[in-house]
């Protein structure tokens, strides 16, 4: 396919070219019987994409004409779907994924070790379009186990450096002025499993500890304001948990200040889901996910930070030298290719549209770079508006595979010129004992026989 074709190309050419290959993809423990299952699909898959391609004026899609001649049920016989009565409207008052849609699933990694509580899900990033994460395929962190929190019994309380303690109850909180805004959270361990140079089967278990939801809630700051917080000179905020991890963290008053950081109780258009913190919790927008605080209870001022055990234990950077950064709050610029990735399958060679997503914790994406020669030479790759602040921002570019080895590898730019660096760089910066903060470019090796796989590339 010449170049000028590709830019022609009709985005249902696009769209159906992938639809078929990688979507199917199941998790680790299945990637056998998908590889299979995407062989057998082979011959539909041609066949589902005849009609893009004959728009397209496409002719690289072989088998298309000789499918024709075949004659396709799909296309000369009616389903039954089109010859009988539809449903009623939904019975269940909540609506659900088509059932075909059911390989679509957060998944625990195979490769960490999990008690019932202390646990993990990732968000399936292979399968999902755009930047909004469904809120049923949240990631879930959890260190003590998900709560069922009574909106009508729930408390925040705000204390400390303040002039008047208050108490809010729901409904206080949810009859001020709200604000919604678009942001991702990104628990500081996603990608920790990199780190160790294992092959990371997927890009569900790579970088799945990653969402983005449009949050509603009230700004910290008002509440602050209200109770008479005491805000000049040096002041942080102790955020508080009512789960049995009574987690708390220290949050900066600059940033409360900005506005941004949000007590909220909405994502994604309805209240929270309980694994993501019903009825309230903290939107720290940019920091990393352990401040977003769920089921809040309070905020207390103070002015030194208070080195809480979630401060002591988790999301600490071991440094060359024996040292340790305690606080690293904001999540740097990072990106990744969803497609192609680890475990997917592409069918065969020709026409694909790369894409992936790319976030900064300080800020908006400036450039996404994509390599498909692991790392020699970068093209810039087309960003999907709208491109927000401490957002997730998908990307893409056209590729056409000649069906030999290629390493894949997108590189983020924010628009404080920071560049997202290889594992080189950050290993030179970060020693070998840290786990925390991976924000490396990732490599996705396509074998000739189109299986996708994690690679690590200096
Ligand atoms: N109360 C409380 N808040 C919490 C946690 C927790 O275990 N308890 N986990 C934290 C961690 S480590 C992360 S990464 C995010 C995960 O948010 P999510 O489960 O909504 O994805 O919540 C944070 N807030
Ligand atoms: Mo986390």
């Not at 009574?150 to 925040?156: K, S």
């Not at 092959?199 to 449009?214: D, I, K, R």
């Not at 940019?286 to 002015?303: A, M, N």
Request: glycine share 10%; hydrophobic share 35%; with cysteine.
């Amino acid at each position: 396919m010449e170049d000028h074709q590709l830019q022609m190309a009709p985005a249902s050419l696009r769209a159906g070219r992938l639809r078929k290959a990688p979507e199917n993809f199941l998790g680790a423990n299945d990637i056998r019987t998908v590889r299979a299952e995407a062989r057998r699909g082979r011959r539909d898959f041609i066949r589902n994409s005849f009609a893009a391609a004959m728009a397209g004026g496409a002719a690289a899609y072989a088998g298309a004409q000789e499918t024709v001649g075949q004659g396709d049920p799909a296309i000369l016989e009616l389903p039954k779907w089109s010859t009988s009565l539809g449903k009623p409207v939904a019975m269940t008052g909540y609506g659900r994924p088509s059932k075909y849609e059911g390989n679509v699933q957060r998944r625990r990694s195979p490769g960490l070790t999990q008690t019932t509580q202390a646990s993990v899900s990732f968000a399936p990033l292979q399968s999902l379009f755009g930047i909004v994460t469904p809120s049923g395929l949240h990631f879930e962190r959890h260190h003590q186990g998900w709560v069922d929190v009574d909106p009508q019994q729930h408390r925040f309380m705000v204390n400390g450096m303040v002039r008047k303690p208050m108490v809010f109850t729901m409904d206080d909180l949810m009859r001020m002025p709200s604000v919604s805004r678009f942001y991702f959270i990104e628990c500081g361990a996603n990608t920790g499993m990199n780190w160790g140079n294992v092959a990371v089967p997927t890009v569900q278990y790579s970088h799945g500890m990653l969402s983005c939801s449009e949050f509603t809630g009230v700004p910290l700051i008002r509440l602050l304001e209200m109770a008479g917080a005491d805000l000049d000179g040096r002041r942080f905020v102790l955020a508080e948990g009512a789960d049995g991890s009574s987690m708390t963290r220290t949050i900066p008053m600059s940033l409360v200040k900005s506005g941004e950081v949000l007590v909220a109780y909405g994502q994604n258009g309805e209240m929270l889901r309980p694994q993501n913190g019903y009825p309230l919790r903290l939107v720290v927008p940019g920091v990393q996910g352990v401040s977003w605080i769920k089921w809040l209870r309070r905020v207390e001022v103070g002015d030194e930070p208070w080195g809480s055990k979630d401060e002591a234990v988790h999301y600490i950077d071991l440094m060359p030298g024996g040292q340790h950064r305690q606080y690293t709050s904001i999540q740097e610029c990072k990106s990744v290719i969803t497609t192609p990735s680890g475990g997917q399958v592409l069918l065969d060679k020709g026409y694909y549209s790369i894409t992936g997503l790319a976030w900064s914790g300080r800020g908006k994406i400036r450039r996404v770079d994509v390599s498909v020669d692991g790392g020699r030479n970068w093209k810039t790759a087309q960003l999907q508006e709208p491109v927000m602040d401490k957002c997730l921002t998908r990307f893409r570019l056209d590729w056409v595979w000649d069906g030999k080895p290629a390493i894949v590898q997108s590189r983020a730019i924010d628009d404080t010129g920071y560049v997202q660096p290889s594992y080189k760089q950050l290993r030179d910066v970060r020693g070998t004992g840290n786990v925390y903060h991976n924000n490396a470019i990732q490599s996705w090796l396509v074998q000739e026989n189109g299986e996708v796989k994690h690679v690590q590339v200096a």
